[in-house]
């Protein structure tokens, strides 16, 4: 059975961190692009960051370039989402995302809400 599994959202201040996981399980991980969207309170669901299976190479949303940094580890079948300098308007539900040419894998989210 396909699994993603997002962990480590939560409630931060403005200007702090958060780590987002999102366990894979039941597919080849280390052959598909993995990315995280996120959808704010009342909008459209939006990419936030990509990572390649073939050379790990990234991609980010102008939103987010130099606060975010996307990785992946094909031992643990995991990928991360490193968010700094976090902002309120970065408040949404995260969702993990796996593709492949022929698959494509949803996550349930995760919640992280940025307020003082």
């Known amino acids: 059975q396909v699994q993603l599994v997002e962990s480590g959202g939560g409630l931060v201040q403005p200007g702090g961190s958060l780590r987002l996981s999102c366990a894979a399980s039941?597919?080849?991980?280390?052959?598909?692009?993995m990315r995280w969207y996120r959808q704010p309170p009342g909008k459209e669901r939006e990419l936030v960051a990509g990572?390649?299976?073939?050379?790990?190479?990234?991609n980010y949303a102008d939103a987010v370039k130099g606060r975010f940094t996307i990785s992946r580890d094909n031992v643990k079948n995991t990928v991360y989402l490193q968010m700094n300098s976090l902002k309120p308007e970065d408040t949404a539900v995260y969702y993990c995302?796996?593709?492949?040419?022929?698959?494509?894998?949803w996550g349930q989210g995760t919640q992280v809400t940025v307020s003082s």
């Open positions: 990572i390649s299976s073939a050379d790990s190479s990234t």
């Open positions: 995302n796996a593709r492949s040419i022929f698959n494509e894998y």
């Open positions: 039941g597919f080849t991980f280390n052959r598909y692009t």
